[in-house]
């Protein structure tokens, strides 16, 4: 099953810019439009259960809230494992955005598998793949940034227009009431450099200190 990535988010990267835009986004200049919400990708298959196992990712939990503050969509298990309702998750919860089409991605990982594991109970990390067509290629790229955390796929595109995705990498913060504390309610794209700096981003989105 592994094979090796699809090194198309250094062909998407907009200039001047650390921003992996999808491939075939209008913004990337080529005048093509990438479908959203109609997707034929399959994200639980033998072969990707299999992968998602020997990298040790942890399956994907729903929640039990019914009014929380992300968007009122429904998201499988990358990987296999139970869809979850975004609505139904509370925090305090740190979500990134990636793919494995973005470069950027590759190199942050780490730091929030380095959240996932030094917060513990205090808080939770939840990443989603979002607008990949490649879900063996995603699950390739967490066992090599050596990403347990628990993995939702969006490979149409679902949460774009809820967040005005024009780019990965992003990250959401929720807080205990399930409300997104980003500003707008919407995600921070921007490409996380170091531990510290999303440490520092928790304190001042969620007032805990790690």
């Not at 609505?87 to 598998?113: H, I, T």
């Not at 929720?174 to 981003?201: C, H, K, M, W």
Request: glycine fraction near 12%; charged fraction near 20%.
């Amino acid at each position: 099953m592994r094979r090796p990535l699809v090194a198309l988010g250094a062909l998407a990267l907009v200039a001047g810019c650390s921003i992996g835009t999808p491939p075939g986004d209008d913004a990337a200049g080529d005048g093509q439009t990438v479908p959203t919400t109609q997707s034929n990708v399959d994200v639980d298959t033998p072969e990707l259960r299999e992968a998602k196992a020997a990298a040790g990712i942890a399956d994907c939990a729903p929640g039990d809230a019914t009014d929380g503050g992300l968007p009122d969509l429904t998201l499988p298990c990358l990987g296999g494992g139970p869809d979850v309702r975004l609505r139904s998750l509370k925090g305090p919860m740190v979500v990134n955005l990636f793919a494995q089409w973005c470069e950027p991605c590759r190199d942050e990982l780490p730091y929030y598998q380095r959240l996932h594991e030094e917060a513990g109970d205090k808080l939770r990390v939840v990443g989603i793949d979002y607008l990949d067509t490649q879900p063996d290629g995603a699950i390739e790229l967490a066992a090599q940034t050596g990403v347990t955390y628990p993995l939702l796929a969006d490979p149409g595109g679902a949460l774009r227009q809820d967040f005005r995705v024009r780019g990965l990498p992003g990250v959401v913060f929720v807080d205990a009431d399930g409300e997104v504390t980003n500003p707008g309610g919407r995600p921070t794209f921007t490409v996380i450099r170091s531990y510290s700096q999303l440490t520092d981003l928790v304190r001042e989105h969620l007032g805990m200190a790690l």
